[in-house]
């Protein structure tokens, strides 16, 4: 039996962009994706020892550890969009450093501007007035999930 060999010829755009194959593009949507919604489950199983009762969670330090967990998975499924658009999601300058969130934003904004919206109120909801102020609104924080949710669907795969 002969051994076929299949080559994937990977071009390159104008702008220097590698255009990249549906299977490559398929594995980074399933690695990021699977990724974003660990996040998020684990983020939700959180929000559930806050104890919500007439739309106030009981405790923000369960409501803060949910939203910080959230976001990051927010920024995973970014970073996974980025790489599927041939942008270099950014780098930590030192080991303790955060990601910039003005990066985000500003790529973001560049590719799709629904998204930035939904970027911004992630952030905002999420990051600042969960994680920074550990608000105990049920509705508001929600919110913050619904806006991480329709950023993931952005990366999710084909079924």
């Given at each position: 039996m002969?051994?076929h060999?299949?080559?994937?010829?990977?071009?390159r755009?104008?702008?220097?962009?590698?255009i990249?194959?549906?299977?490559e593009?398929?594995?980074?949507r399933?690695?990021?994706?699977?990724?974003?919604m660990?996040?998020?489950d684990?983020a939700?199983e959180?929000?559930?020892k806050?104890k919500?009762e007439?739309?106030?969670?009981?405790?923000?330090?369960?409501?803060?550890?949910?939203?910080?967990t959230?976001?990051n998975?927010?920024?995973?499924?970014?970073d996974g969009?980025?790489?599927l658009?041939?942008?270099?999601?950014?780098v930590?300058?030192?080991?303790?450093?955060?990601?910039?969130i003005e990066?985000?934003?500003?790529?973001?904004g560049?590719l799709?501007g629904?998204?930035?919206?939904?970027?911004n109120?992630?952030?905002?909801?999420?990051?600042?007035?969960?994680?920074y102020?550990?608000i105990?609104d049920?509705?508001?924080?929600?919110?913050?999930f619904e806006?991480?949710?329709r950023?993931?669907?952005?990366?999710?795969p084909?079924?």
């Amino acid at each position: 039996m002969s051994e076929h060999k299949i080559f994937v010829l990977c071009l390159r755009h104008k702008s220097n962009q590698k255009i990249m194959s549906i299977q490559e593009q398929s594995q980074i949507r399933e690695k990021y994706y699977v990724e974003a919604m660990r996040y998020i489950d684990n983020a939700k199983e959180c929000l559930k020892k806050a104890k919500k009762e007439d739309g106030i969670y009981g405790d923000s330090k369960y409501v803060r550890m949910a939203c910080g967990t959230a976001y990051n998975g927010v920024l995973i499924a970014l970073d996974g969009f980025f790489t599927l658009k041939g942008i270099e999601p950014p780098v930590k300058k030192l080991k303790k450093s955060r990601k910039s969130i003005e990066y985000y934003l500003m790529n973001v904004g560049k590719l799709d501007g629904k998204l930035l919206d939904y970027v911004n109120m992630a952030y905002q909801i999420l990051h600042l007035y969960g994680y920074y102020d550990g608000i105990k609104d049920a509705r508001v924080v929600s919110a913050g999930f619904e806006h991480a949710g329709r950023i993931i669907d952005k990366i999710k795969p084909a079924c």
